[in-house]
């Protein structure tokens, strides 16, 4: 298995790590701070760099077939990685806080708009969420309200329950189409306190503020009982570097 540090600290953008093997599937270390793919958010991107100064560029980060294993995909594979080797791990950072700020935002989102969750991505700037509801939500009000909430700054904490405590409140999983990670007995939610409790296993911020400006881009009809909403960050210089 591997130490998941992001889960403890979305912001840690280091640490050190030892190789336990490498295929073609991609690279297993026994701790990151590599986010993989999974719940709608993208995994993360970054470098894998040897003490003598050699580099890998990790192209994306996935989970493995084993429950526990992460992968670490590299743009380009090498012969010169070994099981054993002590590594240092960097993420995109700026990429890595784009993303926990549009994941922290759409859960907002599902707290304005009162329905279902049919779909969901978390991207690089912009994100959506698909809702079973018939009629359009108005997209200035939908505005209005994100905005509002962002200024309020609320805190955002994680605590965990059993799955047997989330059977009992199938009220918090709003996502119809994304199951809460489940696989070691507990599942964590996450608390925008007094907007949002759900679960969810991805990076957040932490404080609502931190998102910044965001702008609610288009809604589109799917179908005769889906509405998309569609996030995106209009001012590049809110992106951290």
């Given at each position: 298995?591997?130490?998941?540090?992001?889960?403890?600290?979305?912001?840690?953008?280091?640490?050190?790590?030892?190789?336990?093997?490498?295929?073609?599937?991609?690279?297993?270390?026994?701790?990151?701070?590599?986010?993989?793919?999974?719940?709608?958010?993208?995994?993360?991107?970054?470098?894998?760099?040897?003490?003598?100064?050699?580099?890998?560029?990790?192209a994306n980060t996935r989970k493995g077939a084993q429950p526990g294993e992460i992968l670490h995909v590299p743009m380009e594979f090498t012969n010169w990685l070994r099981p054993g080797v002590s590594v240092t791990l960097e993420i995109d950072w700026s990429r890595r806080h784009r993303l926990m700020r549009m994941h922290t935002c759409l859960h907002l989102l599902s707290a304005i708009i009162i329905?279902?969750?049919?779909?969901?991505?978390?991207?690089?700037?912009?994100?959506?969420?698909?809702?079973?509801?018939?009629?359009?939500?108005?997209?200035?009000?939908?505005?209005?309200?994100?905005?509002?909430?962002?200024?309020?700054?609320?805190?955002?904490?994680?605590?965990?329950?059993?799955?047997?405590?989330?059977?009992?409140?199938?009220?918090?999983?709003?996502?119809?189409?994304?199951?809460?990670?489940?696989?070691?007995?507990?599942?964590?939610?996450?608390?925008?306190?007094g907007v949002d409790l759900q679960p969810c296993g991805g990076t957040h911020v932490a404080r609502i503020g931190e998102i910044g400006a965001v702008m609610v881009s288009k809604i589109e009809k799917k179908g005769r009982q889906n509405r998309r909403v569609r996030l995106e960050f209009p001012d590049a210089n809110l992106i951290p570097t």
């Open positions: 298995m591997t130490e998941e540090l992001f889960r403890s600290d979305a912001y840690a953008r280091t640490c050190e790590a030892t190789v336990l093997g490498m295929d073609e599937h991609g690279i297993r270390l026994d701790s990151t701070v590599f986010y993989p793919e999974g719940g709608g958010q993208p995994g993360d991107t970054g470098l894998l760099r040897l003490a003598d100064g050699r580099e890998l560029r990790i329905a279902p969750v049919t779909g969901g991505q978390v991207g690089d700037g912009y994100g959506r969420l698909d809702f079973d509801l018939p009629e359009t939500p108005d997209k200035d009000a939908v505005n209005e309200q994100l905005t509002a909430l962002i200024g309020s700054d609320a805190p955002v904490s994680f605590r965990w329950i059993t799955d047997a405590e989330l059977d009992a409140h199938p009220e918090l999983v709003k996502t119809m189409s994304v199951q809460p990670p489940r696989g070691v007995g507990r599942v964590r939610l996450v608390n925008v306190e």
